[in-house]
């Protein structure tokens, strides 16, 4: 038989009180109404479950059954509302990120490491690569986080702009430049600028994976580069000489934005995540 919330309720109340009218001011009902409702639920299990005497009620042995099935259900339905309680304070769930490699070597460390402390409970997933190969999968990733052009397919907020400087280290005149993997958004503002300063041929390029390792070597004088802002941080300033790229005096930036499909931004470890990227700008 189905029973509802209440008629386990009121089963454990008279069980409990062992008068109609006692469970009647528990539940705050009538004597007739819970007179009624015994009457029902005795028919449709087809057991008597109390005998009335004149002081109090007696739970027959289906009754003590009926009623040690109504104390299991109406726990569990208490343990299951605290555990949807706890699950709605709780960020936990799949978060799948995907990353810009400059965004994700200078940026992204110091928020995974806020991010995981305060929810451990949270199933990361991150990829990084280049902003537009990311953009192309965009279906795969809750969050971007991507340099370079406004993701105008996506939901964005803008995050920074990032200065580009050109760099080499002092007392040398390197003539190899190298170059990191990046978007052709980046490779034409550097070709653009190197060719207004002659800063190089294209017979003296170097071309790596990693802007990590573009910047040691520089920092050991094996030649120049251009590198963000975000890349510079550690960088001596008295060993290394770092000039702005300037065109028509207005300093060369890369813009950077987080980007979601609409509806992610709904999932509470989105939301969290989204919080702790505001919070590192605001650092």
């Not at 409970?121 to 280049?130: F, K, P, Q, R, Y």
């Not at 005096?249 to 992610?264: D, F, K, L, P, T």
Request: charged share 25%; net charge negative.
């Amino acid at each position: 038989m189905h029973m509802k919330y209440t008629d386990y309720e009121l089963i454990q109340a008279l069980y409990e009180e062992k008068t109609v009218r006692a469970a009647a001011r528990r539940l705050l009902i009538s004597q007739p109404a819970i007179s009624q409702r015994l009457k029902a639920l005795e028919t449709n299990w087809g057991e008597t479950m109390f005998i009335r005497t004149s002081t109090s009620l007696l739970p027959t042995p289906a009754g003590e059954k009926i009623a040690d099935y109504a104390r299991e259900m109406l726990a569990k339905e208490e343990q299951l509302r605290a555990e949807l309680d706890h699950l709605s304070e709780k960020v936990q769930g799949r978060l799948s990120l995907g990353v810009s490699s400059v965004l994700g070597q200078y940026f992204l460390p110091s928020v995974l490491e806020r991010f995981i402390e305060r929810y451990p409970a949270v199933d990361l997933h991150i990829n990084t690569g280049l902003s537009d190969h990311l953009l192309a999968t965009d279906n795969t990733y809750h969050l971007l986080l991507t340099r370079g052009e406004r993701p105008q397919h996506l939901a964005h907020e803008y995050l920074f702009a990032d200065p580009l400087f050109y760099v080499q280290k002092k007392d040398t005149d390197p003539s190899l430049f190298i170059r990191f993997k990046s978007d052709d958004t980046f490779e034409k503002v550097v070709h653009e600028w190197l060719t207004a300063h002659k800063k190089t041929t294209s017979s003296s390029l170097l071309q790596v994976d990693q802007i990590e390792t573009c910047k040691q070597l520089v920092k050991r004088g094996v030649g120049s580069s251009v590198l963000p802002l975000l890349a510079l941080q550690d960088v001596n300033e008295e060993r290394i000489q770092i000039e702005p790229l300037l065109s028509e005096n207005e300093q060369a930036v890369r813009h950077n934005w987080c980007a979601w499909r609409a509806g992610a931004e709904l999932l509470p470890q989105v939301q969290a995540f989204l919080r702790e990227i505001q919070a590192e700008l605001k650092s």
